[in-house]
């Protein structure tokens, strides 16, 4: 069964940093796009954080530019986000997922896994 997993959350001071991995397993063709979402506390949308291809393409959303960092390892289909100098509002669960293309990001075409938790705190 296709499938990801999530690893890497934790709690971290503002100003810190955390490095997240996933890896999709299962699906049994060649993955060109993956990326990573985030479920902030009291919402019920996931948000695309970014995206890369296999190709190194990325794409991040305008609140992580400068300071996220997304890179996949093609022969083992995993995707990592490095997270430095993390805000409060960057707190919520992260997901990742293998979307459609890198046109509809926005689309998975994996069940959800269950996330890592991320919370930023002092």
């Known amino acids: 069964q296709a499938q990801v997993t999530e690893s890497g959350g934790g709690l971290v001071q503002p100003g810190g940093s955390l490095r997240l991995s996933c890896a999709a397993s299962?699906?049994?063709?060649?993955?060109?796009?993956m990326a990573w979402y985030r479920q902030a506390p009291g919402k019920s949308s996931r948000e695309l954080v970014a995206s890369v291809t296999s190709g190194g393409s990325t794409t991040y959303a305008d609140s992580v530019k400068g300071r996220f960092t997304i890179s996949m390892d093609n022969a083992k289909d995993t995707v990592y986000l490095q997270m430095n100098n993390l805000i409060p509002d960057d707190t919520g669960v992260y997901y990742c997922?293998?979307?459609?293309?890198?046109?509809?990001?926005?689309?998975?075409?994996?069940?959800w896994g269950p996330g890592t938790q991320v919370t930023v705190s002092s």
């Open positions: 299962g699906g049994g063709s060649t993955i060109y796009v």
């Open positions: 997922n293998v979307p459609r293309s890198r046109e509809q990001l926005t689309i998975p075409t994996r069940n």
